[in-house]
């Protein structure tokens, strides 16, 4: 029985070669797993953000239709609503003066929905810079 010693040169080369091809996939699906966890990272925060300037949005819709609609601001909802969202309103408080009708009771507050379209688009660019930075 005689033994080519290419044989088990061949032999090695072919496992290591295996290996190395094993090694290679580990690394690509570990690549893989990473890219899947920043996804998954950037989808959760982006969806905070969207939540967080959606129910902005949401208080001060009504905020505005509080005002329009002339609702008694001795109402305990009413107030809640109005000191919840005073915060967000006071930059804009004083941009512009808002028509009044009926009698002063009914107030077309233009101040709300410029501080809406600012939030939204705020909203807006916090996900596009943070897509923008997490991409780089």
């Known amino acids: 029985m005689s033994r080519d010693p290419y044989q088990s040169d061949n032999f090695e080369r072919q496992r290591s070669l295996q290996h190395e091809e094993e090694s290679f996939q580990l690394r690509q699906e570990e690549r893989r797993l990473e890219l899947a966890r920043r996804r998954a990272t950037l989808g959760w925060i982006t ?3 969207y939540l967080l300037v ?3 949005e949401i208080l001060l819709v009504l905020r505005f239709f509080l005002r329009l609609a002339g609702a008694n601001t ?6 809640f ?33 410029i501080a809406m379209i600012v939030y939204a688009l705020l909203g807006w660019l916090a996900v596009w810079l943070f897509k923008f930075v997490q991409g780089r």
Not at 74 to 79: G, I, L, M
Not at 87 to 100: D, N, W
């Open 81 to 113: 609503i109005y000191n919840l969202s005073e915060p967000f309103i006071a930059p804009f408080s004083t941009l512009f003066v808002s028509p009044v009708t009926a009698g002063g009771a009914s107030i077309f507050d233009i101040n709300v929905l």
């Open 54 to 56: 959606g129910l902005l």
């Open 74 to 79: 001795q109402n305990t909802f009413a107030q």
């Open 47 to 49: 969806n905070s953000i």
